[in-house]
């Protein structure tokens, strides 16, 4: 048995039959990392050491005869732009190259009390910008189905090692489908919780009114006991919800009938891949023969949500992004004379060109005079867009699209092209701007074998019934199942 390809509640059951040791899963994990990551490039930093420390205290946990939780002994990684107290956190950018966080995020904190054992940091898009995972300052990562192909972003380094069985589930973020896009991509599970479901302290700011921190699982019983440890309020967070965290692993249960699903014709959109919309159609077939009723609907504002997403994460990560300036926190460049000089010589050599032109574009439609036809007239539609939502759930339980136009694209197709790029997000980006939560699951692949998505939004802290429609799903298919040929 191959202990790397197991998932979270496989691994907990022979661990607490005594048939295998944290130790023994994570001497695995670190092989199977040293076997194929030279191929995947998944990683940017490994933490061996402080790992087997862990997995010895779970180990002498359960020899003890302590009970022990569903996460205890479970190696996981993390996207690198959640804080790791004294382990380095470089959001992918030369900037913070060198930067160690004396904190750790709330996130972290959280795992680290259910007794997971941390594998190390995953790569992603420089400060989570992009879909590809190709604006990383240090590697590009490559999908594991097919090592031409991009593995999605901007959390591509966790779809990718969770995918490539690197890890047994990771952490990723996202702002405008970092998590589902990715997951989709690389034929794994991610879940967007609802804004303020899961705390943001600790989480490196991008758009902060858009960013939350999800699972990427390798199936959708792993989502929801990953949905247990990280979700509920935080102090720390003023934006993070005070309202209670159910069990999510009561809605792991096969039954839809009656549950209505709705179908928004604007998310079938020209330039759709047939393949993705083919297997788009065979879901909603088959949900409709396990008893669900589907219904078509409409998000009439759709149309708008690349370009409000756009001035709006602009807007918010010029700002938030203003604090690397080479005085407070990492990269410095060696050349200026004066101060000014030492600001634009530090965020002009570290930054990559995606941030920066980011940084830009934000800057300007923050600007005096432009203020309000931009960013103050996209927050009006960014309403508009919430209220379609609300409309559509009172008379539909959850909606179903493709989370993802095509299935991966190749390395350097878009790179030159950020409005194509950026085209790429539209199904994900409305869940953002409404702050809605969505899921992605597997739903089948295309001929060349790549991996499709299938994405379901819900209400405002509705997780439960995503999780409980994308279970029975799962119990109907094995697309879940299939691994990619890495040998
Ligand atoms: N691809 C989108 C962007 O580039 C979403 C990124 C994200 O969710 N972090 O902004």
């Known amino acids: 048995m191959d202990l790397s390809k197991l998932t979270i509640h496989d691994l907990h059951e022979l661990l607490i039959k005594k048939e295998v040791t944290s130790r023994e899963i994570t001497e695995t994990l670190f092989q199977r990392i040293k076997e194929v990551d030279r191929k995947i490039q998944a990683y940017l930093l490994l933490t061996e050491e402080e790992a087997f420390r862990q997995a010895e205290r779970i180990d002498h946990k359960i020899r003890q005869g302590e009970r022990i939780g569903d996460l205890a002994g479970i190696p996981i990684a993390l996207k690198d732009i959640l804080c790791t107290k004294g382990i380095r956190t470089t959001c992918a950018s030369k900037i913070l190259a060198n930067y160690i966080p004396f904190y750790d995020a709330t996130v972290i904190q959280k795992l680290k009390r259910e007794g997971v054992v941390f594998l190390g940091k995953l790569n992603m898009d420089e400060f989570a910008m992009g879909s590809s995972t190709e604006n990383s300052g240090f590697q590009i990562t490559r999908n594991p189905w097919n090592l031409e192909r991009i593995p999605g972003g901007s959390s591509g380094g966790s779809a990718a090692a969770v995918a490539s069985d690197e890890c047994i589930a990771a952490l990723g973020t996202d702002t405008g489908g970092s998590i589902r896009q990715p997951a989709s991509c690389c034929g794994v599970v991610g879940m967007k919780p609802t804004y303020g479901r899961v705390s943001r302290y600790g989480l ?183 209220s379609d939502f609300e409309e559509a759930f009172r008379k539909v339980d959850v909606i179903l699209s493709p989370t993802a136009p095509t299935p991966a694209f190749r390395i350097g197709e878009k790179v030159d092209d950020p409005l194509q790029m950026y085209l790429s997000d539209i199904h994900t980006i409305p869940v953002n701007l409404a702050g809605i939560p969505a899921i992605s699951i597997p739903c089948g692949f295309s001929k060349d074998g790549l991996p499709i998505g299938l994405q379901l939004m819900g209400r405002h802290f509705d997780e439960g019934t995503l999780l409980r429609v994308a279970y029975t799903f799962e119990q109907n298919t094995d697309f879940h199942l299939k691994k990619p040929n890495l040998s």
């Open 204 to 386: 490196v700011a991008f758009a902060s009114s858009l960013d939350q921190i999800g699972p990427i699982t390798k199936d959708v019983t792993d989502c929801a006991i990953m949905m247990n440890a990280i979700s509920g309020y935080d102090p720390l967070d003023s934006t993070s919800v005070p309202r209670e965290v159910p069990d999510y692993k009561q809605f792991l249960i096969q039954e839809i009938k009656g549950i209505r699903i709705g179908i928004p014709k604007e998310y079938f959109i020209e330039g759709m891949d047939p393949e993705v919309e083919k297997s788009i159609w065979e879901a909603i077939e088959l949900y409709r023969s396990l008893g669900a009723e589907i219904e078509n609907i409409s998000l009439p504002h759709t149309e708008y949500a690349v370009a409000v997403y756009y001035i709006i994460c602009t807007a918010e990560a010029s700002s938030n992004l203003a604090r690397y300036d080479g005085v407070k926190y990492g990269f410095r460049s060696a050349e200026y004379e004066d101060l000014l000089e030492m600001y634009m010589q530090t965020r002009a050599k570290g930054f990559g060109q995606e941030v920066k032109r980011r940084i830009i574009l934000g800057t300007y439609v923050l600007s005096a005079g432009y203020y309000e036809a931009y960013y103050r007239k996209a927050s009006q539609v960014r309403t508009l867009m919430r």
